[in-house]
């Protein structure tokens, strides 16, 4: 990874996270600690953070502009092509049966998804990394929630850390239902926060079957970190027709492609 590569990832983690440590970062990046340390210090003389003891912040000014996006970003997002995620969310409860246990990520179509869950009644076991999908469905008498634990940050909707990996692996998962920042037929499914990204590779290892809910804009595109690759994918649904090299490469590679139109 070339130096202008690290330093705007360590640019886009301080944007998410306020805060990073060089042991963060030597582990997310599989840098050294020499090298981690050498880019903060060459960072902040370009004005572009502060040196901790042991990490780096943003500016001041900067996080406080940061941290006001932030706190908008998943009332956004949870916004942003609701109608389709609405109707992918409704394609996937077709495959879902009495007494399975299945596994929600926290993305904003996974919750969605769970706004139909909150109406059945089929008795399920549903696990989460979703704050506001776990206090959702809890309400339901029909479904026994599990929320998976973790670290909670005020400017997230998600449990993030390995924390859970335990409990994850403890369960048998029927189903996976997960969404992404991005997907393409080269890296699979991918994610700009390599701290989410970390848990959702745990949750695809576990699951018997994989569901990916993603709505048109973020197909052929790409992010920072993956967390399945193609071939870990069984089920696809999307709002609109994917392309024709996208729809061949799912049939020569045995994935079920849905379109909720």
């Given at each position: 990874m070339?130096?202008?590569q690290?330093?705007?990832?360590?640019?886009?983690?301080?944007?998410?996270?306020?805060?990073?440590?060089?042991?963060?970062?030597?582990?997310?990046?599989?840098?050294?600690a020499?090298?981690?340390?050498?880019d903060l210090?060459q960072?902040?003389?370009?004005?572009?953070?502060?040196?901790?003891?042991?990490?780096?912040?943003l500016k001041?000014?900067?996080?406080?502009?940061?941290?006001d996006?932030?706190?908008?970003n998943y009332?956004?997002r949870?916004?942003?092509?609701?109608?389709?995620?609405?109707?992918?969310g409704?394609k996937?409860l077709h495959y879902?049966?009495?007494?399975?246990?299945?596994l929600?990520?926290?993305s904003t179509t996974?919750?969605?998804?769970?706004?139909y869950?909150?109406?059945?009644?089929m008795?399920?076991?549903?696990?989460?990394?979703?704050?506001a999908?776990?206090?959702m469905?809890?309400?339901?008498p029909y479904?026994?929630?599990?929320?998976?634990g973790?670290i909670?940050?005020?400017?997230?909707?998600?449990v993030e850390?390995?924390?859970?990996?335990?409990?994850?692996?403890?369960i048998?998962?029927?189903?996976?239902?997960?969404?992404?920042?991005a997907?393409?037929?080269?890296d699979?499914?991918?994610?700009?926060?390599?701290?989410?990204?970390?848990?959702?590779?745990?949750?695809?290892?576990?699951?018997?079957k994989?569901?990916?809910?993603?709505d048109?804009?973020?197909?052929d595109?790409?992010?920072?970190?993956?967390f399945a690759r193609?071939n870990?994918?069984d089920?696809?649904?999307?709002?609109k027709?994917?392309?024709?090299e996208?729809?061949?490469f799912?049939a020569?590679?045995g994935?079920?492609?849905?379109i909720?139109?």
């Open positions: 070339f130096a202008d690290r330093r705007n990832l360590i640019i886009e983690l301080l944007t998410e996270k306020g805060v990073v440590t060089v042991n963060d970062l030597t582990s997310l990046l599989n840098i050294s020499a090298t981690i340390r050498s210090n960072m902040e003389k370009q004005g572009l953070l502060l040196r901790t003891h042991g990490g780096a912040m001041a000014e900067e996080t406080n502009k940061e941290t996006q932030l706190e908008k009332e956004i949870e916004k942003k092509f609701r109608a389709e995620k609405q109707r992918i409704n996937a879902i049966q009495e007494g399975q246990c299945i929600l990520d926290a996974c919750f969605e998804f769970a706004k869950l909150s109406e059945t009644k008795r399920l076991t549903v696990v989460t990394s979703g704050i999908t776990a206090a469905l809890k309400e339901n479904l026994t929630v599990i929320i998976i973790g909670v940050r005020n400017t997230s909707n998600s850390g390995l924390l859970g990996e335990e409990l994850l692996r403890k048998n998962i029927d189903l996976l239902f997960t969404s992404a920042y997907f393409n037929i080269r699979g499914l991918s994610d700009f926060s390599l701290y989410e990204v970390e848990l959702k590779k745990v949750m695809v290892s576990v699951a018997n994989v569901i990916v809910l993603l048109h804009s973020k197909v595109k790409s992010s920072i970190a993956t193609p870990e994918i089920i696809f649904i999307t709002d027709p994917v392309s024709e996208i729809s061949h799912f020569a590679n994935i079920e492609l849905e909720a139109e």
